[in-house]
């Protein structure tokens, strides 16, 4: 999954609004601002994904927004999710990884006085083309 639209019912309240991914069970949050409302609920789609993921579900497609059921004064907004861009928010705790080179490239990147750590980030984010 890399990025997907859900459409998400917006309910005005006193103060913001409250949303709801029909699409995904109890996927609801809320927000003072349309702005904040929105962020929210995409943590929240984050948050419910992966309980998906844990549990090996699979993941729901999102619905076409003129399918949903509205209340007086709901509108349905269609809210991205990049998975890529939550799980770089929210999952940034060091996982260590054994490897293997040459002696001699060791040797030299020592003398250079090499980050191995970030030399090998910096390499898997160009190779995978992210940043």
Known sequence: MEK???PVIFHPEDVGF???V???DGCFSQGDTLSEAVAMTQDAIGLVLEDYFSAAKPIPAPSLPGVLSLEEGDFVAMVEF???DYRKRHENQAVK???TIPGWLNHLAEEQ???FSRVLQN???RELNVQ
């Open 82 to 84: 990049d998975e890529l």
């Open 18 to 20: 409250s949303t709801f």
């Open 22 to 24: 029909p699409d995904l």
């Open 113 to 115: 006085g090499l980050n």
């Open 97 to 99: 990884k054994t490897l």
């Open 123 to 125: 390499a898997l984010k």
């Open 4 to 6: 997907v639209f859900y």
